[in-house]
């Protein structure tokens, strides 16, 4: 299905082309609050974003057969940007099924050269008695997470199970090519660049060969970098630090698995995984729109499909709406807009409305998934 609205019947300066992949569970219903802030954007602005739904996920698997259908990477392949929900649940867990919904993501990062994932994690002053953390712990964290997305344990080969005489085992290898682990932290250089001018690349350098060239090639691009300080952190001691001293950090980078357990441990800082947006790019980040040479990009909360409150209204929906705002500043080159959106956000905390995950104990004003995204979406202005 293709969405396409005009402003007045203007002709727009600018198009987009935006893939929705909504998923399971919560995933249509936040990817709904998401769209509506786009809208809100095409009224503010001389855009005009087109919108094209299709199927992946487990929902993909019990309709095609299949959790990543060729038309939905067809899609993706074409677009300016995707905008992805979330996906899997109880109903498709069997370890011996041939297709996983997990698949869906895990092929488009690979078939897009998606390799670089951004997780800002920033904490709302308003939401500083959400954490579990203290306040004085995390009031003024601002930590930019880089995941590296397509290398690792994640996808080298050999990756399998089999039967032996003795048992049952199984492998994963991890992995990664010297260019591989170069691209990814020329992006934590250049982005920690033009943040606070501080890099920690984390290893296990200790115990892993593939960490020792992670950290030797650190520290060769680093002569590169002369303006950055770079710090080498071991993936344990970062798990603690980000608990105990997260305003230490600045821009963060990590292969595949560490990065994806420390990224989402980071969510305690915010108060809920609901509330962190990610990006998912195949180039270094532009914010400008001088130029239609831009990232491509994925962008999703980094929660899962939540089947339990699926359909309830109980989802926060500004992780998916802050991903937008990252889609409109890497990807499309509209970063007054993403802004705009952000500072909405910002404002409706401020005042006091909380979805059930981020609210406190007794809490009046809390809202639905959709009453949250209105009042965000009411609340932008360029």
């Keep these: ?47 005009t974003f087109n919108l094209e739904y299709e199927l992946v996920g487990g929902i993909a698997i019990d309709q095609v057969g299949t959790p990543l259908p060729k038309v939905a990477l067809d899609l993706a392949c074409k677009s300016d940007a995707v905008l992805f929900g979330a996906v899997g649940g109880p109903k498709w867990d069997n370890p011996l099924a041939p297709h996983r919904p997990e698949d869906a993501i895990l092929g488009l990062r690979k078939a897009l050269g998606l390799f670089a994932n951004l997780r800002p994690v920033k904490v709302f002053p308003s939401l500083l008695n959400s954490s579990s953390l203290k306040p004085s712990v995390i009031e003024g964290v601002d930590i930019l997470m880089i995941r590296e997305l397509t290398g690792g344990l994640y996808f080298a080969k050999p990756k399998k199970r089999w039967q032996t005489s003795r048992g049952r085992r199984a492998v994963d290898t991890l992995r990664y090519t010297e260019g591989e682990i170069e691209r990814v932290l020329r992006v934590g250089f250049e982005l920690a660049r033009g943040r606070r001018k501080k890099l920690t690349s984390v ?99 980094i929660h899962g499909s939540a089947p339990d409150i699926a359909g309830q209204g109980k989802a926060n929906p500004i992780a998916t ?32 409305y909380r979805t059930p995950d981020i609210a406190e104990a007794g809490a009046s004003d809390v809202l639905s998934t959709s009453e949250m995204g209105q009042r965000i979406v009411d609340a932008i202005a360029l």
């Design 1 to 47: 299905m293709i969405t396409r609205t005009t402003n007045n019947r203007k002709a727009k300066e600018m198009q987009y082309n935006i893939a929705l992949l909504p998923g399971d569970g919560v995933g249509p219903e936040v990817i709904a609050e998401g769209v509506k802030a786009l809208k809100r954007i095409e009224v503010l602005t001389e855009v």
């Design 321 to 352: 709406i802050l991903s937008v705002a990252l889609m409109l500043r890497y990807s499309l080159g509209l970063s007054e807009a993403g802004s705009a959106i952000e500072a909405a956000v910002d404002q409706v905390l401020t005042q006091g």
């Design 203 to 301: 290893d296990k350098a200790n115990v892993l060969e593939s960490s020792r060239l992670w950290r030797e090639i650190a520290i060769e691009l680093s002569s590169q970098y002369p303006d950055v300080e770079l710090e080498h952190m071991l993936v344990d001691s970062c798990a603690m630090a980000l608990v105990r001293t997260p305003t230490r950090f600045d821009v963060l980078v990590a292969e595949n698995m560490f990065g994806d357990i420390l990224t989402d441990e980071a969510a305690i800082l915010a108060g809920s995984l609901g509330m962190l947006p990610s990006s998912s790019l195949a180039g270094m980040p532009r914010e400008d729109n001088r130029s239609r040479r831009r990232a491509l990009g994925l962008y999703e909360p």
